[in-house]
C-alpha cells in the first residue's frame, strides 16, 4: 500500500470520526440513583441538560443524602455517556484499537 492511499483512508477515517462526534453531542442519556429518585440527563458534550427529583427525596434534615443522589445519578449518566462514545467510535472506527479516551 503506498502512502498516498494511507493518507486518504486517514482523512476519511477522521471525517468519519468527526462525523459520529458531532452527532453524539446531541443524543441524551439519563443517569439514577435512588431507585430512580434521581435523574440527570445529559448530552454527549457532558453537558446535564435537566435533573428530576422525586419529591419523597427532599426532606430539609436530609439534604446530604440528596446531594450525594445528586452526584450518584450525574456520574452514572456520565458513565453511560462514555460506553456511548467508546461504542460509537469503534463502530466508526472499524474497531481499530484507538487507545481509550482518544475521544
Known amino acids: 500500500m503506498n502512502i498516498q492511499a494511507m493518507l486518504k483512508q486517514a482523512q476519511a477515517l477522521q471525517a468519519k470520526v468527526a462525523k459520529v462526534q458531532e452527532e453524539l453531542k446531541a443524543r ?53 455517556i462514555n460506553k456511548m462514545i467508546e461504542e460509537e467510535m469503534g463502530r466508526a472506527t472499524g474497531g481499530m484499537g484507538l487507545p481509550p479516551g482518544l475521544f
Open 28 to 80: 441524551e442519556m439519563i443517569g439514577t440513583s435512588g431507585g430512580g429518585k434521581v435523574k440527570v440527563t445529559m448530552t454527549g458534550a457532558h453537558e446535564v441538560t435537566a435533573i428530576s427529583i422525586d419529591a419523597e427525596v427532599v426532606n430539609p434534615e436530609e439534604v446530604d443524602l440528596l446531594e450525594d443522589l445528586i452526584v450518584a445519578a450525574m456520574n452514572d449518566a456520565r458513565g453511560k
